[in-house]
């Protein structure tokens, strides 16, 4: 028997239909925790629905257990690892922002220099009295001392396969954290015909003279950066269209505040929640995408841009960047989006074509059913 924990979300219903593609669902419980169990996200009826109180005891469960599949983390998931008590297989289905802990602030490991000072100036934000930023060897000092990166260390070294798709994500945690960890290839799959449905969506690859920035209103998107990167480029015939339905509301504030001092009316935020349907076809609508992330983020965005034939505009530091160009993917620096205004001209034919058969050759629900299959049957 293996145990999945997942907190409840968008991705599980498609799992749970990818699992039984490969083995038999008998073989496995799926253990969804949340702070509300009446208000249900995935839908699959072979979901045990528990409350997230509950999970440090499950998972010191008694019984045959083949291996735990734990699906992103939370604070109680990570306490309860690292008093594990039995030698059992744990696999990590790693999402991108479990390793997210104050000291990366201050390291400078998500924010730039702009968006790192208007984070530590926030009212609300409860760092803001610390040093900033701390220097190497204080940073150092800070980790020992902080009981949540502490109980990190103990829980990451029970881990046995950091299960992801990026290597780089792994190699760049693995001297923090795992002590024995085997990377595995792996990634939460697309709906089958999602690539098909794409190509219906839009054929046309130009978009329109819209220039999408970021993911959401949260600080890593970065964008104080990504403005001043383009501020200087001709873009008197483009509007920057800005997704800011949800994140820190001081923060969506500042940067709507922003955007609109620079671009004028050609800034147009979007406030209002979108569905995943009306989400593509905004990025189906625009003729460049930047995403100015510093860590892995916003991938099936980036993913479902590309495929659309869109001209994506990343920060090189950032590991989804270097992972998806050492795959031959046409991509670019986001940095230097102020050098040159030709930059906002499309991708040619080949360039379209290109990206589009790497992308279905390594993300398609095949190539993920495929990587499961090595997990469980090797």
């Not at 028997?1 to 419980?29: E, G, P």
């Not at 030698?87 to 730039?112: A, C, Q, R, V």
């Not at 989804?320 to 030709?342: H, M, Q």
Request: hydrophobic share 35%.
């Amino acid at each position: 028997m293996y145990l999945h924990f997942a907190h409840d979300n968008i991705f599980l219903d498609n799992f749970i239909k990818l699992v039984s593609n490969v083995q038999d669902t008998a073989k496995h419980r799926f253990i969804v925790y949340s702070f509300d169990i009446n208000r249900p996200i995935a839908k699959d009826s072979r979901i045990e629905r528990i409350n997230v109180e509950s999970v440090p005891e499950l998972l010191n469960i008694s019984g045959e257990t083949n291996g735990i599949f734990l699906h992103c983390f939370s604070s109680k998931i990570l306490t309860a690892l690292a008093g594990l008590r039995k030698e059992i297989p744990l696999y990590w289905l790693y999402w991108g922002n479990e390793l997210t802990y104050p000291n990366d602030y201050y390291t400078g490991m998500l924010f730039g220099k702009e968006t790192k000072r208007l984070f530590f100036s926030a009212k609300n934000n409860k760092f803001r009295h610390f040093p900033h930023p701390l220097p190497g060897t204080a940073a150092g000092i800070y980790k020992y001392f902080d009981k949540g990166y502490r109980i990190t260390q103990k829980a990451m070294g029970k881990i046995n396969y950091f299960c992801h798709y990026n290597i780089f994500d792994f190699e760049g945690y693995r001297n923090k954290y795992f002590h024995r960890a085997e990377f595995k290839p792996f990634f939460y799959p697309f709906d089958e015909d999602y690539f098909t449905g794409l190509s219906d969506l839009n054929r046309d690859t130009t978009g329109g003279n819209r220039i999408l920035i970021g993911n959401s209103g949260n600080y890593a998107n970065n964008h104080l950066e990504a403005f001043r990167y383009i501020r200087n480029s001709s873009l008197s015939d483009y509007n920057i269209i800005c997704p800011l339905s949800y994140g820190d509301e001081g923060y969506i504030g500042t940067i709507t505040e922003e955007g609109r001092r620079i671009f004028g009316n050609k800034f147009m935020p979007v406030n209002n929640f979108l569905s995943a349907v009306e989400y593509r076809k905004l990025l189906s609508g625009c003729s460049a995408v930047i995403m100015n992330h510093l860590r892995s983020e916003a991938a099936g965005a980036v993913i479902t841009s590309l495929y659309l034939g869109k001209k994506v505009y990343m920060n090189p530091v950032n590991n989804l960047y270097r992972f998806l160009k050492s795959l031959g993917i046409y991509l670019f620096d986001v940095t230097e989006c102020k050098l040159d205004d030709s930059v906002f001209t499309g991708l040619t034919e080949e360039q379209v074509r290109n990206n589009r058969e790497i992308i279905l050759g390594n993300f398609s629900f095949s190539r993920s059913t495929e990587f499961l299959r090595n997990i469980l049957l090797n």
